[in-house]
């Protein structure tokens, strides 16, 4: 597996066609989820800033942090989304600081409800986000494998199907999602393989003793 102290960047460098971990959590000790309606939320105003701009493969929401494994779209999509929103696109290499900004407005419109609702000030999460580009087949696995291992790693469940908040039960299910199912369920060949993979990932990794930062 790999740190994930390292190779951190700006989310400037985000460019088109290209996969991303992208990982973020709350200021000091506060929550960025306090009720299933934060989680909800999240995830709708997610849809709504993201979609134009990146396809969405897989998530999980915890109490304090979240990871969601995306693609930028190519600059075409990029391109015809930002004109018609009548942004000046001059100055941003490959439209990367438009895409930066379209995170940072969805940031933005989450930290907004919430300190409205539970009557607070301030920032609320950690800036910049964190980008971390997928460079390789087995990265993209381990990837997913990793966001949805994540509640078993930080103790919040004994089992990845027992969290709710996270994008595995939905690779399994047959309802309309904003995610790219079929996409993830084709990486790993069927849905048999993708659930045989996680368990047997989650075998190896405690017999290897390696540990998720």
């Known amino acids: 597996m790999w740190d994930f102290k390292t190779n951190m960047y700006k989310t400037k460098n985000m460019q088109p066609d290209t996969y991303y971990h992208i990982y973020n959590r709350a200021n000091g000790s506060v929550n960025l989820f306090r009720n299933d309606e934060n989680y909800r ?23 304090n942090h979240f990871h969601v494994l995306i693609k930028i779209k190519n600059d ?8 018609n929103r009548n ?24 930290a907004k409800a919430y300190n409205k609702m539970f009557g607070r000030n301030g920032s609320l999460f950690n800036r910049p ?12 696995t381990n990837v997913i494998f990793y966001i949805h291992h994540n509640p078993v790693h930080h103790g919040f469940t004994k089992h990845i199907e027992d969290w709710p908040h996270c994008s595995y039960h939905a690779m399994l ?8 199912r079929k996409d993830v369920i084709d990486w790993f060949g069927d849905k048999e393989a993708f659930i045989r993979l996680h368990k047997q990932s989650l075998q190896e990794l405690e017999k290897q003793e390696t540990k998720f930062t």
Not at 88 to 109: A, M, R
Not at 129 to 140: E, G, H, M
Not at 173 to 180: G, N, R, V
């Open 87 to 110: 942004k000046d696109l001059t100055g941003f290499e490959n439209l990367s600081g438009l895409v930066s900004q379209q995170f940072s407005n969805f940031f933005n419109s989450y």
């Open 41 to 63: 939320y999240f995830l709708q105003q997610w849809v709504k800033y993201t979609e134009p701009i990146a396809e969405t493969y897989v998530y999980c929401l915890m109490p």
């Open 76 to 83: 075409d999509t990029l391109t015809e989304f930002f004109k």
């Open 129 to 140: 986000f964190k980008a971390k580009s997928i460079t390789s087949d087995s990265y993209l």
């Open 173 to 180: 299910s047959e309802k309309e999602t904003f995610l790219l």
